[in-house]
């Protein structure tokens, strides 16, 4: 009976109508209300009249009463609004700021729940209107393209039908910068961006457009730009904007292996690692993934992380967490397979003593990544196993013997341990024959 003498009022055309539309809009709060609103017969139809109405003032409320309606999360709710995309779309052009934030975040609010929403809004031309919007000057309307665009690209039919939309309009090009300038100008906005380059990234196979726009130097200068500021105090809310930033850098070098080869980069990493490690922990697996792709088959950041003197900074984060072990001892792998020089050298470091306790661990992953390590270990420096005898590294693989996934590898290293010192590995007997 209330929501309907609400409606009622709103659809008396006396003076109080804003006043009306005020009160429909407070109670517009509640789900049950919401439900029962769109329930009602010409709802719909009334609110539409007055959002498309010359009177500014009216118009503005019934907005707001939409955008409560926007967040309900029963699709039925959504799908009631169908009749009214139409319009929020044609009123980002509008005039009134907030007219446009309210249209905008209404759309992106309605684009979560329903996926009729979505298939309306395509062919209504949502992707060319925020491709327009973006070029706004307003940080408020900009983030309000990034929400937009960040939960149209989150959409199950994104990969198929919205991110090749995106990618053959203008938005790419404006996005990147917006993310770039996240330090100068508002952060809001270039986070949201960021995420909405990270979902193109990981969803879509060919990134050829936004690597032809220079992505991965314009997000690996953001990086630097991001460390050199922290010394001087992070500004609130950074680790925002440097989490989606970090996850499109490691999946465009994991996808394409292309990489400006700047030691500066490590040295980022580690950087931004010291300033957020105790109050965002989350960040630590985002920067040691990135490490292990800038690692992997790249010589180049395999020596910088050894000459830059990174190794104490890396082998600290051992034992932070469970991922952060597997994420560690991976990178260490990565630069143990290039070969003598570089497993001398990660030797030098009290290493095998750090390994030692992790042989211990119930997490058979992070079992199987050390075992893999000690095995390049031994094969490139033989004379490390002494070392590691001594310091009762063979009891520590035998109780893996009956581990059935690493039982096989527990048994590898133990023959090379047993083997006496001089005697030609398994592996050196081999290239001999083919040299």
Known sequence: ???????????????????????????????????????????????TGLFTSSLAQLQLEAARCLHELSHSS??????ACLPVT????????????????????????LVVESEAVRKQLLPQGIIPVLASCIQSPHEAVLEGVGYVLSQLLQAKEAPTEIIPLVLDSVLPQHMLPLVCSGLKAGTGAAVEFAWCLHYIICRHEDNTVL??????????SLLLDLASQIPQGAPEGLELLVCPVLRCLGNLLAQTGCQGQDGRLLIALFLILQCFLQQHPFLLQECLWLLNNLTADDPFFCSALLSLDLLPALLQLLTCSQM??????????????????????LLQQPLLAQLLPLLTLPDPEAVGQCLELLHLLFLHCP????????????????????????????QALLDMVRQPPGA?????????VFS
């Open 1 to 47: 009976g209330q929501v309907l003498e609400l409606l009622r009022g709103v659809q008396r055309g006396s003076e109080d109508r804003k006043q009306s539309l005020s009160r429909l809009r407070w109670a517009l709060q509640n789900e049950d209300t919401q439900q029962k609103f769109v329930r009602l017969d010409g709802s719909i139809r009334t609110l």
């Open 74 to 79: 029963v699709p039925a709710v959504a799908e």
């Open 86 to 109: 139409s319009y929020l779309l044609t009123y980002l052009s509008g005039h009134s700021l907030e007219l446009t934030e309210l249209c905008l975040y209404t759309l992106g609010n």
């Open 211 to 220: 690597l032809a726009l220079g992505a991965v130097p314009a997000l690996t």
């Open 324 to 345: 952060a072990t597997v994420l560690v001892l991976t990178v260490l792998c990565n630069v143990a397979e290039k070969g003598a020089l570089q497993c001398q050298q």
């Open 383 to 410: 004379e490390a196993t002494a070392d590691f005898t001594r310091q009762g590294g063979h009891q520590a693989l035998e109780q893996h013997q009956s581990t059935p996934e690493l039982q096989e590898r527990a």
């Open 424 to 432: 030609p590995s398994a592996c050196q007997a081999t290239l001999t």
